[in-house]
């Protein structure tokens, strides 16, 4: 008897600290109007690709893309992460070809913002086309969206095989943009979805597994060739000569603020560069600033941008 009031004891002193410790690792947090898992882990873990890890921990929420104010979150504090101390420069090596990759900045041996090359894939791109291989064909379990460590199968446009290991980008199209002032076509948003991998084949098909995944990945999704996005560090940057647009948003989200993603009508042969910052001007009277965006890649005649502060909602139309 006097056993077993010791070890009662004991686990009254250990139990309480091993619950708080636990608590300490999670937040409760209630949704707003307007909030997106997205944005609620790029404020509160300070980096939005930790949403899918706040949906695994939320298992009442059946599609992320489905919350309502009022709703509560457990939201894992532990996968905050630090300031990267970037190392110095490695040698070279020479890149693979590729068509139209974002421009790269060479790391520099000092603390710097480091772009994730997962938000530089998932933020996409405005492109005249797509430039697919093949497509997402079907799953083993008749599943018609699927995510990370899924399997699928998929068809490429040539007939052909794909060795085990080759890596594919997942695309999908969220339609034509023109431009909010002229009305002229400047292409189709185009988003990377995930990446998928080749592990095999079966039942005479190209077996493949989700080793990404940015959001749902849908039957039918265009695959395009694969290839690396080293992270590089933002060099701020302020080009008061170059003025533009603000033609769309990621997921065609109509009203913006801090980590949103937006496309701009400028690019390379306008002057744009990675890293640089523009002040964000409402497109309504009175004519004000509102905010600020970096550009996080840029291509030919456009670039992608993160809002970096906001005031007031962006919206398509407002300038720089």
Do not use: C
Request: hydrophobic share 40%; no cysteine; aromatic share 8%.
């Amino acid at each position: 008897m006097r056993y077993s009031i010791a070890i009662i004891l004991f686990l009254s002193l250990f139990i309480p600290h091993t619950i708080k410790a636990e608590q300490q690792k999670y937040i409760n947090y209630t949704i707003k109007k307007g909030d997106t898992l997205w944005d609620i882990s790029g404020v509160e873990l300070k980096d939005p690709f930790f949403w899918p890890k706040i949906w695994k921990e939320n298992p009442q929420i059946k599609n992320p893309d489905l919350i309502y104010p009022g709703q509560k979150l457990k939201i894992p504090m532990h996968l905050i992460q630090k300031q990267i101390t970037l190392p110095p420069p490695a040698a070279e090596s020479k890149p693979t070809a590729v068509t139209e990759q974002p421009a790269k900045i060479p790391l520099q041996g000092r603390k710097a913002f480091v772009v994730n090359p997962e938000l530089v894939a998932s933020s996409g791109f405005i492109a005249d086309r797509i430039d697919a291989v093949g497509s997402v064909n079907s799953t083993p379990t008749g599943r018609t969206m699927v995510g990370r460590m899924d399997d699928v199968y998929l068809q490429l446009n040539s007939g052909g095989s794909a060795s085990k290991g080759t890596r594919y980008f997942v695309l999908k199209s969220l339609g034509e943009v023109k431009h909010p002032v002229t009305g002229i076509p400047l292409g189709k948003i185009v988003e990377i979805t995930g990446v998928v991998e080749v592990t095999g084949e079966e039942a005479g098909f190209i077996k493949a597994r989700v080793i990404k995944s940015f959001s749902e990945i849908e039957l039918g999704s265009p695959i395009s060739n694969y290839y690396d996005i080293e992270p590089y560090p933002l060099v701020k940057t302020f080009l008061k000569d170059v003025h533009g647009t603000i033609v769309a948003a990621r997921n065609l989200r109509l009203l913006n603020g801090k980590y949103d993603v937006v496309y701009l009508d400028r690019g390379l042969t306008d002057g744009v560069k990675i890293g640089a910052i523009f002040t964000v001007i409402s497109s309504e009277q009175p004519h004000r600033p509102i905010g600020q965006i970096q550009v996080i890649s840029v291509r030919q005649n456009t670039s992608v941008a993160l809002v970096i502060k906001s005031e007031s909602e962006i919206v398509r139309g407002d300038y720089f």
